[in-house]
């Protein structure tokens, strides 16, 4: 392919959004509809945050429902989406000499298909999830960004999935339309700029931010899956928000589209 695929973070939020119909699920059904079609899909999801990096490389991954306390048919949601094992090698060779264990047993977690259900609601796309290797700096979550740099040219769609902000201690459980805390604000509106300034090491070296990123991102599972996105991106590529919005207070919903 000559054309770049777009790298995209989505804010996926609370997981009654896999069968929601709101602004936020709206915004991913219009995402899918105005990019080229994927060869395949690699997902980096906050909720695969483990001592060591690794791919699925099932050719038939299940649907995991990685939650409790939820409505009864959030359980029977399915996304049959077909694996790649082709794929998972292929990453696992881009990340060379970073060991890659090949996961054939792993499925999709909600961070994965509770967005893509909106996105390819066909679930005719083979998707592969990478790993959050929860032992690594920031840093290292971003090279690895950059490595997966050539899937882009090879009509490989690279999502991440987790929230820039995600507290949820603060969040307004019941009351999802409550207003946002002002330092969940004030610190999204940082990233924001800094990411259209092109400043990736401060968006790297977010918890040097001071209090309020240490509030937006008391842990970093839900923010890393940004910094690989923000690995993807070109000298002076378009950056852009195609989806925006406060959940319950603490936890952004907004998505970052490179390309």
Same mark, same amino acid.
């Given at each position: 392919m000559t054309d770049l695929m777009p790298a995209i973070f989505f804010g996926h939020g609370n997981p009654?959004?896999?069968?929601?119909?709101?602004?936020?699920?709206?915004?991913?059904?219009?995402?899918?509809k105005s990019i080229p079609r994927p060869k395949a899909v690699l997902a980096i999801s906050a909720h695969w945050y483990i001592p060591a990096c690794a791919v699925t490389a099932s050719l038939f991954p299940e649907t995991i429902h990685d939650f409790g306390g939820f409505p009864e048919a959030l359980y029977q949601v399915e996304y049959p989406a077909p694996g790649s094992p082709e794929l998972a090698l292929h990453v696992k060779d881009l990340l060379s000499p970073v060991f890659v264990e090949l996961d054939e047993s792993r499925g999709l977690d909600h961070g994965t298909w509770a967005v893509l259900r909106h996105v390819f609601p066909d679930a005719d796309i083979p998707i592969v999830q990478l790993a959050i290797d929860r032992t690594q700096p920031p840093l290292f979550h971003y090279e690895i960004g950059k490595r997966l740099s050539p899937l882009r040219e090879e009509g490989v769609l690279v999502i991440g999935s987790g929230n820039l902000v995600h507290n949820l201690s603060a969040y307004a459980w019941g009351n999802p339309v409550v207003a946002p805390f002002d330092w969940a604000l004030r610190f999204e509106k940082n990233i924001r700029e800094l990411m259209l300034k092109g400043d990736d090491a401060q968006v790297v070296a977010y918890k040097g931010l001071g209090p309020d990123a240490m509030m937006s991102v008391p842990t970093p599972d839900h923010y890393l899956?940004?910094?690989? #996105?923000?690995? /993807?991106?070109?000298?002076?590529?378009?950056?852009?928000?195609?989806?925006?919005?406060?959940?319950?207070?603490? #936890?952004?919903? /907004?998505?970052?589209?490179?390309?």
């Amino acid at each position: 392919m000559t054309d770049l695929m777009p790298a995209i973070f989505f804010g996926h939020g609370n997981p009654m959004n896999a069968l929601s119909k709101n602004a936020y699920t709206d915004g991913w059904t219009s995402i899918g509809k105005s990019i080229p079609r994927p060869k395949a899909v690699l997902a980096i999801s906050a909720h695969w945050y483990i001592p060591a990096c690794a791919v699925t490389a099932s050719l038939f991954p299940e649907t995991i429902h990685d939650f409790g306390g939820f409505p009864e048919a959030l359980y029977q949601v399915e996304y049959p989406a077909p694996g790649s094992p082709e794929l998972a090698l292929h990453v696992k060779d881009l990340l060379s000499p970073v060991f890659v264990e090949l996961d054939e047993s792993r499925g999709l977690d909600h961070g994965t298909w509770a967005v893509l259900r909106h996105v390819f609601p066909d679930a005719d796309i083979p998707i592969v999830q990478l790993a959050i290797d929860r032992t690594q700096p920031p840093l290292f979550h971003y090279e690895i960004g950059k490595r997966l740099s050539p899937l882009r040219e090879e009509g490989v769609l690279v999502i991440g999935s987790g929230n820039l902000v995600h507290n949820l201690s603060a969040y307004a459980w019941g009351n999802p339309v409550v207003a946002p805390f002002d330092w969940a604000l004030r610190f999204e509106k940082n990233i924001r700029e800094l990411m259209l300034k092109g400043d990736d090491a401060q968006v790297v070296a977010y918890k040097g931010l001071g209090p309020d990123a240490m509030m937006s991102v008391p842990t970093p599972d839900h923010y890393l899956p940004l910094l690989y #996105v923000m690995g /993807l991106r070109k000298k002076n590529e378009e950056i852009r928000f195609p989806v925006q919005g406060v959940d319950g207070g603490s #936890v952004s919903m /907004l998505a970052v589209q490179i390309g």
